[in-house]
DNA sequence: AATGAATGAGTATTCATTCAT
DNA sequence: CATGAATGAATACTCATTCAT
């Protein structure tokens, strides 16, 4: 037996393929970034190529799917009363040590249509929160939501090319640096 | 002789080939990322491929070779009388903006021992100096040599991703923010 | 139920199906030559790829349906009282036009022993009306059915080379020039 | 030993690998036509894919050098003294027969402007002629150029779908074909 | 019997690296 | 020691065909 195909698991695989894919893609995102080969996801997922394609129609589509679960439960968790920003911001700071997927949602490169929205949504939630976050002093007064967002990428785009090991303390020093600020 | 080649120029040109290989990788580095076609570089630079090669063993000392030239030049700025941290750090803001191949090597990512080495000497000049700028209160008291070297990765990190026409003005206002921090 | 599918329409569905998948062929063959994709042809008949195959077990038993009608068509239209070759031949010349689909049934590529039969219903049908053309002078006195399908042939060959916008025009001249011909 | 490259055979082979591909080229095109892989024409050539690419940018260029040298040798031949319309129509018609290649170039088909220049020439090398045997009577009085280059690509383009056993006699036949016409 | 998802072979193209000259 | 052609592995993407439901 030369080729030993895989077996076709018919439609019903469908919903569980997708699913596959998607954390393939985020695994594979995470260990090698979001260039990583396309085929590589559909093998670790277990899944044909062309399954991949049908699924998600490119990169972009991917990564959107990726990110899609990451931004809903974000806004899930701001939505829940008594969670203000530094909660928000802990969640996400985590989140970026975790997953590449969201160090690269909120990093500028992947300059995709779709990927810009679900970064904007991103914007939205922590802007929804920054005035109540001004008047508690948690952020100082004149703080910009546009300043937050570029603070969280400098911060993803570091991580994004910091080997897992050392991601989380790299987080937590970038953090810090980027709340307390460099001047006298 | 139905192909014309380029004249071989003979070992003499050897020193020359090198200078052009940097120029090239630097400017070729600048424009299109560091993940450029070594090809272009070498065409860039008037020299053939297995030339590239013999000099370069790989992208990596290419690399070095190009980071080195800026750790000098900055050394050397950082060594003149009168010049403080102020002044190289702005230095730095200016070619991360104009030099895709300063913020790599800023940047971890190209995780080459050889680089890392730049790195520190970097790291080494600006400690040199932050201890008068703590003292002239141009940065906080304690702020670290390690803290400083995250800032200014964090700050290579978002410009490497940054389209370049928009790379100014993310220098900039990236900048500013890692200056003043959020807190309130 | 996490996708929707088209309702499975069930048996009775077959037969419209089979002419839904004929329509869309011809209109995916003429828009886009005989290579154009199956799949493209399913979705375009709003049937399952599947079915497809069922009903057309490869590429050249669509096309045979798809002449089938064609031929058959031009068969009741020859048999009509009252017309001749002239009225044949230009109905085929107008067919040639706007059916790609046509064009390939009078072009010996797609060597298929179907359609070869089909193409000789074509032969048959012309060389029935030649006798009755040569007495009335329409074409030369020694024309022979094969070199009149030959023309044929001659005509939808460059046709199905010629892009859309240009075949009118194309079809007009070289039919001129076929009926003519070169010699003083 | 698991795998065996091929020996590289250094530049020196460029140009004999740069005849192999057009030869390879013609070959594989006038057996499988104009679309057939480029992979094959390398494998043909007993060349690397990527020699392939750098002798020939993309497919049109492989193309323009097949059907240079076809044009070529038929200018040359044309301009030989005695050497009038009919003799480079049968020199073509008997092209026809052999290359595939040359077939194409008469095909309106490929719509490489490139490739047009090519059937250009050929234009102008017939209607440079053309004058001279409406005198003769070679041809009828009111018969343009572009008249006998439609007739040329019709007879080209059956032929680009006549299998290679029948293709001189359908060559024959469409010659005559075209040269009496069908009107009587 | 219909559906459309799954599959992977096939093709174009790029580029790091080697090596004959 | 320089040159640049040669090489093929790697990757994206398409599409004919199969098959679970």
Redesign the pocket.
């Known amino acids: 037996m030369p080729?030993?195909?895989?077996?076709?698991?018919?439609?019903?695989?469908?919903?569980?393929?997708?699913e596959a894919l998607i954390s393939a893609a985020r695994e594979i995102f995470a260990e090698s970034g979001f260039?990583?080969?396309?085929?590589?996801i559909a093998r670790r997922a277990?899944?044909?190529?062309?399954?991949?394609?049908?699924?998600f129609?490119?990169?972009g589509a991917l990564a959107m799917a990726v990110f899609e679960d990451n931004v809903t439960g974000l806004e899930d968790y701001a939505a829940r009363p008594g969670v203000g920003l530094e909660q928000v911001l802990e969640t996400i700071r985590e989140q970026l040590v975790t997953s590449m997927a969201f160090v690269e949602l909120l990093d500028p490169p992947v300059s995709d249509p779709c990927l810009a929205q679900l970064g904007e949504r991103v914007g939205a939630l922590l802007s929804g929160q920054l005035d109540s976050a001004r008047r508690r002093g948690v952020v100082r007064a004149d703080l910009t939501g546009a300043e937050l967002m570029l603070g969280l990428s400098m911060l993803a785009a570091v991580l994004s090319r910091t080997p897992t090991g050392a991601r989380a303390e790299v987080a937590e020093r970038g953090w810090l640096l980027l709340r307390r600020g460099l001047d006298g």
Do not use: F, I, K, T
């Open positions: 080729q030993e195909r895989r077996a076709n698991r018919g439609p019903g695989a469908a919903a569980a393929n997708r260039d990583a080969p396309l085929s590589r277990g899944v044909g190529q062309g399954s991949l394609y049908r699924h129609s490119d990169r």
